[in-house]
């Protein structure tokens, strides 16, 4: 049976994993009364919440007299580490575009990585079927960003790509742009035909392969995902692994599988091409070498883009600590940072001065926030401080990291963008309508003006605007600026919140908290209405008296506070603040609790 590799690609939102669901269906995968979930491949309880891939995932389907390996990858810059070493396994990519937004940052980034590795590429523009759709316009401006990656990679571009059009929500795909009806048989069709080539590899020679990819069974023990480059792996037999700085070791293949589906299926054999998921070593790493014995040779490790966020994460030293989750000490911690790091080849972690205190770097905040939820989904709680970007000293200058960030906005909007970005320190270098009531903005701004946007874009926008960026390069450092420009509210003792005191306390700022709840010295419960902190004494109570009228009582009405995420709090947060996370809880405080330690001035 004849094998195709190929990852499909884009920007968020714009489609994968709704088409992969058609193709699945429409190959005849399942049979028609089977009752297949939206967005079967996103199988994790993050990505099902927040409608978003954030793992790349591997599934088969066969068409024809040909096995099609799919991957599907993230669309969010954040992880852009997983589209990476994806493209390490496949040797076709099908790009889609949204049929209104067009080609968008992460479009960019893939393109670029697809090329680089001269990768064969098609474009599926997608939502053909919106009543916005610019067609002809997008077609158009993926053909310039092809010629334009291609003069910065300095390559030449194969530019006789095919187009093809339809919706993968819908279920069709076309040729003919102007087609609003059918099915997906004619890209199933074409992913098989020899547009996309088989693998590029040597079935006779030794075996080798490159581990891309980690999982764990929890009948099997650790997996090593990989494509092999070359000969033959064989299940039951003995094959060596080649570390990074470690003596090789030879191990006896325990499992050898391929994918089949949704699922895998164990083979004997497998041949040079094909994506297996191996068992029978436990320490191995992504970018390690699996090899025969008699000749050992290593592959070239992967490497991705580096990261350009840095997070300080501590064991939980607040006074509620242990209450609420399983104390995690800081040789625990370190073992989950460990584990992160093996499973993601764009996370990198290093220790402090502080034995409780470790540094976590990743792409962007997002991903952090990512790790850190799922730490707290097994019961522990800790700490984490304000996301800080990774600056270089070059030639005895301070660069810190910029990116191009582009918005999508309502054209009522942009007064208020503008102002918020030139705060942010970002320069405003193209302006252009777009579509129906709509303005594309595009900055050139400092990664760290982009920290804890994403909420005061949406707010500023009323929910009707799209935020992207990319990373551009590193520039001269542009001087300090707030991480927020208010201050907060702070606790100034211990006890039980109440009505009253939150009550009386309104008039100076917005509340992050409810009566009831328990509070500490140090502890923020909201965002002052200036520059400044403010100590307050939440924990007031209303003392009885002996007068009794009709008018003397007030009604206590609070308003609604914000839904508490760690998304939200590492959004908010500045640097002399931790976020506490525990399974029940998100709560901000102070590095500093005793308030006569602490300086209200920012």
Known sequence: MKLKNIAIVAHVDHGKT????????????????????????????????????????????RWQDTKINLLDTPGH???????????????????????????????????????????????????????????????????????????????????????????????????DKDRREGSLTPMLDFLV??????????????????????????????????????????????????GKDEKPKTFK?????????????????????????????????????????????????????????????????????????????????????????????SLRYESTNDPKVFILKARGELQVAVVFEEIRREGFELMIARPQVITKEIDG????????????????????????????????????????GRTRMEFHVPSRGLIGYRSTFLTDTKGQGLMSSYFVGYEPFVGKMLARQNGALISDRAGKMTPYALFNVLSSGKQFVMPTEMTYEGMVVGESTRPNDLNLNVCREKHLTSVRTAGKDENVILPPIPNRTLDWALDWIDEDEWVEVTPK???IRKKELDQNKRKVTR
Not at 18 to 34: N, P, Y
Not at 50 to 59: D, F, P, Q, S
Not at 198 to 221: C, F, I, M, R, W
Request: some cysteine; aromatic content about 6%.
């Open 18 to 61: 709704t088409l992969v669901d058609q193709l699945l269906r429409q190959s005849g995968l399942f049979s028609a009364h089977e009752a297949l979930t939206e967005r079967v491949m996103d199988s994790g309880d993050l990505e099902k919440e927040r409608g978003i891939t954030i793992k790349a995932k591997n599934c088969a389907i």
């Open 77 to 175: 810059a954040d992880f852009g580490g997983e589209v990476e070493r994806s493209l390490m396994m496949v040797d076709g990519i099908l790009l889609l575009v949204d049929a209104s937004e067009g080609p968008l940052p992460q479009t960019r980034f893939v393109l670029g990585k697809a090329l680089e590795r001269g990768i064969r590429v098609a474009v599926f523009i997608n939502k053909v079927d919106r009543h916005d759709e610019r067609i002809d316009e997008v077609k158009n401006e993926v053909e310039d960003l092809l010629l334009e990656i291609g003069s910065n990679i300095g390559k030449d571009v194969d530019m006789d790509i095919t187009f093809m059009y339809g919706s993968g929500r819908t279920g069709y795909a076309s040729l």
């Open 193 to 242: 035909s020899d547009y996309f080539p088989s693998p590029k590899v040597d079935t006779e020679g030794p075996a080798q392969l490159l581990v891309t990819n980690l999982s764990y069974s929890n009948y099997l023990g650790a997996l090593m995902v990989g494509r092999i480059q070359r000969g033959t792996i064989q299940n039951s037999k003995q094959i060596m692994w080649i």
């Open 253 to 345: 293949v325990t499992s050898l599988q391929i994918f089949a589906g949704l699922g895998m299926a164990t083979v004997e054999e497998a041949q040079a091409g094909e994506i297996v998921i191996i068992s029978g070593f436990e320490n191995a790493q992504i970018g390690d070498t699996l090899c025969d014995p008699i000749k050992p040779e290593a592959l070239e490790r992967i490497e991705v883009e580096p990261p350009t966020v840095s997070v300080q994460v501590s064991v939980n030293t607040g006074p509620m600590s242990s209450k609420e989750g399983e104390y995690l000490t800081s040789r625990r911690l370190e073992e989950f940072l460990i584990d992160a790091i093996r499973k993601n080849v």
């Open 397 to 436: 200058v301070l660069m810190e990291p910029f990116e191009r960030l582009v918005l999508d906005v309502p054209n009522e909007s942009t007064g208020v963008i503008t102002e918020k970005m030139a705060i942010r320190k970002g320069k405003l270098e193209a302006m252009s309508p777009f579509g129906e």
């Open 585 to 587: 809880n998100i709560r």
